[in-house]
Nanobody, 134 residues
Framework: QVQLVESGGGLVQPGGSLRLSCSAS????????IAWFRQAPGKEREGVAC????????YYSGSVKGRFFISRDLTKNLMYLQMNGLKPEDTAVYFC???????????????????????????WGQGAQVTVSS
């Protein structure tokens, strides 16, 4: 049975950085689609970042674009989410996901457009808490 396990969460001050890791048992990330999602209290789960199958494309949600970076290490069979410039609104439980389909679209906002990330994945981690607070 595939198991994904996140690590690296914790408490950080605004402006700080954290790196989440996701390990897998009975599973190889390889060139499968991978993603990070998050869920804040009282809110729906939202996509944060994803890499499509075959690493064709990488997408970020508008709220984290330029601050968060998704990657994977094939030799270690790990995936990562590097989070920089953290804000209190980034506080959430973060989930890694793999083996599925990454989706990206643009949504209209009052200021124009923003990136929206989503998708459907077979395997999910149990979640890691990230709290941004002074």
């Amino acid at each position: 049975q595939v198991q994904l396990v996140e690590s690296g969460g914790g408490l950080v001050q605004p402006g700080g950085s954290l790196r989440l890791s996701c390990s897998a048992s009975e599973f190889t990330f390889g060139d499968r689609a991978i993603a990070w999602f998050r869920q804040a209290p009282g809110k729906e789960r939202e996509g944060v970042a994803c890499i499509t199958t075959g690493a064709g494309s990488t997408y970020y949600s508008g709220s984290v674009k330029g601050r968060f970076f998704i990657s994977r290490d094939l030799t270690k069979n790990l995936m990562y989410l590097q989070m920089n410039g953290l804000k209190p609104e980034d506080t959430a439980v973060y989930f890694c996901a793999a083996d599925g389909r990454c989706r990206h679209r643009y949504a209209t906002t009052d200021d124009g457009y923003t990136d929206v990330v989503g998708g459907s994945f077979v395997s999910w981690g149990q979640g890691a808490q990230v709290t941004v607070s002074s």
